[in-house]
């Protein structure tokens, strides 16, 4: 989907498809089943479930432009975080619940994110352009503050004491929310105010003027794109099934659900980040990729925190040893990546290496 000129007709009937599909499944209280009908139906909810997430960008994408840089990135990481936390507790506080869901699906979302869409949109870069340029202090303050949330969230719970396992007390929970909220806070603060300047580079496409997309679809995109959220947080207990007996059926790791949810919520920013890349623009699609793994942890994990606290349900955070060992390595591969100022197609290699190594241990641990 494209933001310019008229709105796509696919940006408002997936909604629309969206709300009829729950109407009538809660009608029939629909339950899935691993029948021929029941995929023929899991696969119809799948596609408008896709179709919805593209929309729902779709119109982030018409506000952000109205609103410029790095506002329009925000708008977008916000819309696209909004549909991450709906999944992750549907899923998680479903029937069969999934204490680690969120630990998963947060851990899947930086190494897809830091690994796999960094990777490709440098990989692609270079092929285009050899090399690329980006704004150094704007990825030193993306990572600096993934670094640190990254390591009280998903490290630190297997270090504590004052609870067995990987997982936090009710106290130390509490602080990590305050914590991390606050820090993510700042952080906006420094993107969207006093230091705008460290996260927009002016490239050769600055010349041509951006097209506008015209009032009358900036005003249906509005109110589409809380109608597109809210039929994707409908459709995620249904979706949730699906997961379930797929996962059932091909004998999959726990984690599989997490990695399901994070591929599903990033595809659409990815498609975009990686359009960037081609267009010369890697500072967007860093832009994109690094605030999604932000916004991620900065808001994912509280959400869920104060939900698991209220319902009273155990929350997972902890990795295991070996996850601890790859998001180290994504740590320290990015500190030299995003050093320079400048990519090559090597860089964007090495990454996807690492990425590669996470889906295929994931799968044979």
């Not at 009358?216 to 207990?237: D, E, F, H, Q, T």
């Not at 994070?262 to 890349?277: D, F, K, Q, T, Y």
Request: hydrophobic letters at 60%; glycine letters at 8%.
């Amino acid at each position: 989907m494209s933001a310019h000129g008229p709105m796509p007709r696919t940006a408002w009937i997936f909604p629309a498809l969206a709300l009829a599909l729950f109407a009538a499944a809660t009608g029939v209280g629909w339950v899935f089943s691993p029948s021929l009908s029941g995929w023929l139906l899991a696969a119809i909810l799948l596609a408008i479930l896709f179709g919805t997430v593209f929309a729902a960008v779709h119109h982030a994408e018409v506000i952000a432009e109205e609103v410029g840089e790095p506002f329009g990135t925000l708008v977008l990481t916000l819309a696209v975080t909004i549909i991450e936390v709906a999944l992750i507790a549907t899923i998680m506080l479903g029937d069969k619940p999934q204490p680690a869901l969120a630990r998963d699906t947060v851990f899947a979302v930086v190494m897809i994110v830091c690994n796999g869409l960094v990777g490709l949109c440098i990989f692609i870069g270079g092929l285009h352009y050899r090399e690329q340029d980006f704004q150094v202090s704007g990825a030193n303050l993306y990572l600096s503050v993934l670094f640190v949330l990254a390591t009280i969230t998903l490290i630190m719970p297997n270090y504590t004491l004052s609870a067995p396992g990987p997982v936090y007390s009710a106290t130390q929970l509490g602080f990590v929310d305050i914590v991390t909220l606050a820090l993510y806070g700042v952080f906006l603060y420094i993107q969207t105010m006093r230091h705008r300047d460290y996260f927009v580079v002016e490239s050769a496409n600055d010349a041509e003027a951006p097209k506008k997309s015209s009032r009358v679809v900036l005003a249906l995109s509005i109110p589409l794109l809380l109608v597109s959220l809210l039929a994707v947080v409908l459709l995620s207990k249904k979706f949730s099934l699906v997961i379930d007996a797929t996962a059932a059926m091909i004998g999959a790791p726990p984690a599989f659900a997490g990695l399901v949810v994070a591929l599903l919520i990033l595809m659409p920013e990815g498609v975009a980040a990686v359009s960037a890349a081609r267009n010369n623009d890697l500072q967007k699609s860093i832009n994109l990729a690094l605030g999604s793994s932000l916004a991620t942890i900065g808001l994912t994990i509280p959400a869920v925190g104060i939900a698991t606290y209220l319902l009273d349900k155990e929350l997972v955070l902890g990795l295991s040893a070996q996850s601890t060992v790859l998001l180290l390595l994504t740590f320290l591969l990015s500190m030299l990546t995003f050093g320079t100022g400048r990519t090559n197609i090597l860089f964007g290699l090495v990454h996807l290496v690492v990425f590669a190594v996470f889906l295929f241990l994931e799968f044979v641990p």
